[in-house]
C-alpha cells in the first residue's frame, strides 16, 4: 500500500492535472493527501473560504484527504527557504512514498513553477537530519517525485503515461465540483482533450501522465510494458 502526497498551488491544481491517475491509484489501495499550497485568493472566480470548501469536497469524492498551507497566498508564493521547510515539514508528517508535484514547464502559472521546486527541494529537506527547524519530526526519505501536468498549457513528451479509461467519469465529476472554476475557462474540455489525445498514442480512450524526476529503475526489460507496437 502506497502513501502519496499530491501537491497543488492551487485548490484546484491536483485534481485538474492528475485526478484521474489519484482515483486509479486510491481504489487500488494507495493513502493519498493533496496537499493545497494556497486558496485562490487571486483566482477571478470564487472566494478563498468557497474554493477550500471546493477542494474539500473533490477530495472527499475520490477518497483523499487534504491539507493546506499558507506560502504567501495565490501569485504571492516565492521560493524561500522558509517555504521548502514548511512543505519539507509536511512530508515528514504525512511521511509518503511518492510526492506528486506540478510540472516544470516554464509557460505556465507562476505559481506551478514555483511550488514544483518547491516540493522538489522539499523532498531533499525531509531527510536532511540536521535541520534545526524540523528537529521535532523524524526524518523521511521519499521513494519518488513526480510532475503532472497544468490543466490549461501545452505539455512536451510525457515521461510516464497511465490508462485511466475506466477512472474518467469519475474524473471529470471530481473536477466539477471546483465549480466556482467553470466560470472561468472550460478546462474540463480541455484537460479531456488532452487525455483523450495521450490514451489515443498507446491505444487506450483516455491516458494520465507524468513527467520523471529520476531515472526509473526496472527489474528487467521484460517488465516493461510497451506503449505502442512498431
Known sequence: MKKILAIGAHPDDVEFGAGGLLIKELENGAEVTILVCSYGEAGTNGTPESRKKEAEDAAAYIGAKTLFIDLGGDCHITEAPKNALA?????????PDIILAPSQAENQHPDHLVVSHLARSA?????????????????????????????????????????VSAHYEKWVASMTLHASQMQTRGYINIVSSKARAYGASIGVEYAAVLWT????????????????KY
Do not use: W
Open 87 to 95: 512543505i519539507a515539514e509536511v512530508i515528514r508528517t504525512v511521511r
Open 213 to 228: 524526476n529520476d531515472p526509473v529503475r526496472v527489474s528487467t526489460l521484460s517488465a516493461m510494458e510497451s506503449s505502442r
Open 123 to 163: 523532498s531533499r529537506l525531509a531527510r536532511y537530519g540536521g535541520l534545526a527547524e524540523l528537529k521535532a519530526l523524524p526524518v523521511h526519505a521519499i521513494e519518488a517525485i513526480y510532475y503532472f501536468p497544468s490543466s490549461a498549457e501545452m505539455d512536451k513528451k510525457p515521461d510516464i503515461l497511465i490508462d
